[in-house]
């Protein structure tokens, strides 16, 4: 009978110590709905924290380098004349459609107002810039060496085409007017996109031109930009067409260049037009204050080249991580993965392969070994591994 007294007792100061608020009772909202009296279950205070944090993943890759060969065997695919590219990048599609946003540069123009056309002066098929939508790309490098291959009618048209096809593009633009930044917001990440090329194989728009093809010499240009695209934007991805083709070492402008974006405040940078891959690194801006992901050349995404050195590409994986109580922004996960441009004796059935995919049969059955008979798979491992710190390949 006691204890009995003694439990009711006891209830009835709990109670009374809720009503005064000396003891604190958790409710929260179950994720099956309804109050629930109680400590909240460890699993959702886990994810309460995760919830504080919005992540955006990226990859980016290298030159999109139409050679005849290339668009040849695309329109011999077909039976009107048109061209068809989903062979060349079947194997590498699901690396592209996986992550929110896909990087290409587009070494080659794709003006509908010229005929196709290859090396030296390049002009890709229409055909080609949709099968890149529908692989998975997002956003458009076409400031390139190559970009007055056409002159200025031919760039104009390339801009209209990219335009036409509601996708983000840098690096050219119609007029002053037209150089808006553009922005776009993956899971509450706001992120900007800006471009240049060192240079354009000694091509110039005419004195009277509008357009604006963004180059590496215009520093005040692109400082201003970057300054701006800081207030617009959590995150500034730079697409940097620059170097010296065919070698794996970044060249001292190169490395300047890239000193110079950190320190105007740009926090990746996808370096392009060597052919060949380089390294990839974080540089500190010169006060300290800032940190930039930089891959100097992610090499060729596919091309008929002859040098095997020019079969190996890159895959820059890449997560931006916002805080999203106090603001702060990281590039986590980063990740280099090999790329392949593979081809048959005769430079037959060209397509692109992530390394991870590729094998040793493979190897020894490529192409390239008509010009370099020592290219294996072994090459391609161990060459990525010499160029690339190995923080980036785990």
Not at 40 to 68: R, W, Y
Not at 118 to 127: A, G, I, W
Not at 232 to 254: L, Q, R
Not at 289 to 306: D, E, W
Request: aromatic residues 10%; charged residues 20%.
């Amino acid at each position: 009978m006691r204890k009995k007294l003694g439990i009711i007792l006891a209830i009835i100061i709990v109670f009374d110590l809720i009503a005064l608020g000396i003891v604190k009772v958790d409710r929260y909202v179950s994720s099956k709905g309804g109050e629930v009296v109680g400590e909240e279950p460890s699993d959702s205070t886990t994810l309460s924290a995760q919830e504080m944090l919005s992540k955006a993943t990226f990859t980016a890759v290298g030159d999109n380098l139409i050679h005849d060969t290339v668009y040849e065997q695309a329109q011999a695919r077909t039976n009107d004349g048109s061209y068809d590219f989903s062979y060349d990048y079947a194997e590498i599609k699901k690396y592209i459609e996986e992550p929110d946003v896909a990087i290409l540069n587009q070494e080659t123009i794709i003006s509908t107002e010229h005929q196709v056309s290859s090396y030296p002066m390049f002009n890709s098929p229409p055909e080609l810039g949709q099968e890149m939508i529908d692989t998975g790309f997002d956003v458009f490098n076409i400031a390139t060496n190559h970009s007055l291959d056409k002159g200025e009618s031919g760039l104009i048209s390339t801009i209209n085409y990219w335009k036409e096809k509601g996708v983000i593009t840098t690096g050219a633009y119609l007029n002053d007017a037209d150089f808006k930044i553009p922005v776009n917001e993956v899971n509450g990440i706001k992120i900007a996109y800006l471009g240049f090329t060192e240079q354009t194989n000694g091509l110039k728009l005419p004195a009277d031109s509008e357009v604006v093809l963004v180059l590496a010499k215009d520093e005040a240009l692109l400082e201003s930009k970057i300054h701006q695209a800081k207030q617009m934007a959590d995150v500034i991805i730079v697409n940097a067409h620059w170097g010296e083709e065919y070698t794996h070492e970044p060249t001292a402008s190169e490395k300047q260049m890239a000193q110079k974006l950190c320190d105007w405040g740009a926090d990746v940078v996808i370096g392009n037009h060597p052919h060949v891959i380089q390294p990839v690194e974080y540089i500190t801006s010169t006060d300290g204050s800032h940190t930039m992901l930089c891959a100097y050349s992610l090499g060729n995404f596919i091309s008929a080249q002859r040098k095997q050195a020019t079969m190996l590409g890159g895959m820059l994986n890449f997560t931006v991580v916002k805080n999203n109580s106090t603001g702060a922004v990281n590039i986590e996960n980063v990740r280099f993965r090999g790329t392949v441009t593979h081809y048959t004796y005769g430079m037959g059935n060209i397509r692109v392969y992530c390394l991870d995919d590729y094998t040793p049969e493979l190897a020894a059955n490529h192409g390239i070994r008509n010009y370099a008979p020592n290219f294996s798979y072994d090459y391609l491992t161990e060459t990525v591994s010499q160029v690339v710190d190995g923080q980036f390949l785990k």
